[in-house]
């Protein structure tokens, strides 16, 4: 049958995944699959400041330049991730002065952005990532603790200068369905916008597990920031569980991958769903989720997954 983005394609949706520069360079069945399945990538660490500019000044592009490459010579489209994030930045951002951490941001979005303004590949950023804590405050950290929460509002202008065109998003995980996080997220989006900060974006990353349940009110939670004229998307989705897997854990794990894919399918306002990896080959989960992992539509050995299928079919004919 035919891979997913011909089925996404037709639904004006994008499907995306999350490259890892290591197998995306020498690793065939990697590369294929790549290749084939989908019309959208994001490098999964290749446009993180610690790898783009990992001493002052200093920038370093070739993962960067590689993720685009691939996806140029395979009509796909490239989400940059991302700008201003309180992980993996370099140690010598994190203990600037206000002043000298202010002039860093500005060259690095000016430099970073600016890179790709004009590759008709590289479509949109995620400008700020991860800045509230789970309760919902803006997140303690050395870009609020110095700068102040004007931070964010200044990243999106500096990005916005750096490439007119560019779809500019802000980018959280736990703020897929209606929650104190994802209020929070909303209210801060309506105010930036009113303000007239150029915000034209809301990802939600879906970093899911069965064991913790499908999150509530998914559609209703996309719904809500599209009735702010933005764009909302899927940027991380994965649904992990505790290993090994199992049949009935197998099709769990579908119904959640199912359902989210509905729920952008049943939003205008969705414009795709990125899924962070493809292969339970290489994935983030069992390095941070100890017993936990098969978090992705192909296993280990590139066989598909009834996710694979339940993906497929939902992009097929909802
Ligand atoms: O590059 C070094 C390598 O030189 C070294 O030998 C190796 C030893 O551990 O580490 C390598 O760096 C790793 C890096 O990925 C690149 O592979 C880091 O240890 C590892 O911590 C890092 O993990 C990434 C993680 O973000 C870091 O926060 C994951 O690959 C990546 O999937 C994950 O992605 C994040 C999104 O950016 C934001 N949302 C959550 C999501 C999952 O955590």
Redesign the pocket.
């Known amino acids: 049958d035919a891979p997913l983005r011909v089925h996404a394609e037709a639904r004006g949706k994008f499907i995306g995944y ?1 490259a ?1 520069t ?1 197998p995306l360079a020498n690793e065939a069945a990697y590369r294929t699959i790549a290749a084939s399945e989908f019309n959208q990538v994001t490098p ?2 290749a446009l ?1 400041w610690e790898s783009t500019e990992p001493s002052d000044g200093n920038y370093t592009f070739a993962g960067a330049d590689q993720v685009v490459a691939f996806a140029t010579a395979n009509n796909q489209q490239v989400h940059g ?2 700008l201003v ?1 309180h ?2 930045t370099p140690g010598w951002v994190q203990g600037l002065s206000a002043a000298a951490m202010r002039t860093a941001m500005q060259d690095h979005i000016a430099t970073v952005v600016g890179r790709y303004a004009s590759n008709p590949a590289v479509v949109s950023w995620d400008v700020v ?2 800045v509230f804590d789970d309760n919902g405050n803006l997140r303690t950290s050395f870009w609020l603790n110095t700068l102040g929460s004007s931070y964010i509002a200044d990243a999106f202008r500096l990005a916005r200068a750096a490439d007119s065109n560019a779809r500019l998003c802000i ?1 959280d ?1 736990n703020v897929e369905g209606i929650n104190a996080k994802s209020t929070a997220m909303y209210n801060l989006v309506r105010q930036l916008r009113a303000d007239g900060v150029p915000v034209d974006c809301v990802g939600f ?1 879906g ?1 899911l597990a069965i064991q913790y349940g499908f999150p509530s009110q998914v559609r209703e939670n996309m719904e809500r920031f599209a009735a702010l004229g933005v764009q909302v998307r899927v ?2 989705l994965d649904v992990r569980m505790q290993t090994p897997r199992d049949s009935t854990k197998d099709t769990t794990q579908a119904t959640y991958y199912r359902n989210v894919v509905q729920a952008c399918l049943a939003v205008t306002a969705c414009a795709g769903i990125t899924i ?2 493809f292969t339970d080959k290489y ?3 069992p ?2 989720f100890s017993g936990e992992g098969a978090a992705l539509l192909w296993d280990a050995n590139y066989a598909t997954k009834p996710s694979y299928t339940a993906v497929h079919d939902a992009l097929d004919d909802g």
């Open positions: 999350a890892n290591g999964e660490n993180k991730h991302t994030w992980s993996q990532n991860e980018n995980y990353q970093h940027t991380e962070w990896g994935s983030w989960v390095d941070v």
